[in-house]
């Protein structure tokens, strides 16, 4: 069992940045991966970066070049960093933690993919 509390959240304008971070507690295996989720107004929750525990990473194209995604193992605690921010960026920003799931070609994990999930935290970009 994973237990995970997300911070960082708020409201920006176009163009800000905001850092995310998730902070991790309980048994975990040797290999896994921690990913954001988002999910905008009357959208479905889409995987947004993706980090496994040996570093390889994944992006939604639309964040590719804007948002980076890196995981503290010392502090077990995932960030996502956020640059460049648009109002279709708005969601609720999801944190995920995939027992046993290893990133590969890029690819970020499904929503039914087993794993434990945070509560949530709200970003908000106007124009």
């Known amino acids: 069992q994973v237990q995970l509390v997300e911070s960082g959240g708020g409201s920006v304008q176009t163009g800000g940045s905001l850092r995310l971070s998730c902070t991790a507690s309980?048994?975990?295996?040797?290999?896994?991966?921690m990913a954001w989720f988002r999910q905008g107004p009357g959208k479905e929750r889409d995987g947004v970066a993706v980090?496994?525990?040996?570093?390889?990473?994944g992006y939604r194209d639309s964040v590719t070049g804007r948002f980076t995604i890196s995981l503290d193992n010392t502090i077990s605690t995932l960030y996502l960093q956020m640059s460049s921010l648009k109002p279709e960026d708005t969601g609720m920003y999801y944190c995920?933690?995939?027992?046993?799931?290893?990133?590969?070609?890029?690819?970020?994990?499904?929503?039914?993919?087993?794993?434990?999930w945070g509560q949530g935290t709200q970003v908000t970009v106007s124009s």
């Open positions: 995920a933690d995939f027992p046993d799931w290893k990133v590969v070609e890029g690819r970020l994990p499904h929503l039914g993919t087993f794993g434990y």
């Open positions: 309980g048994n975990r295996g040797r290999t896994y991966s």
């Open positions: 980090i496994d525990s040996y570093g390889n990473t």
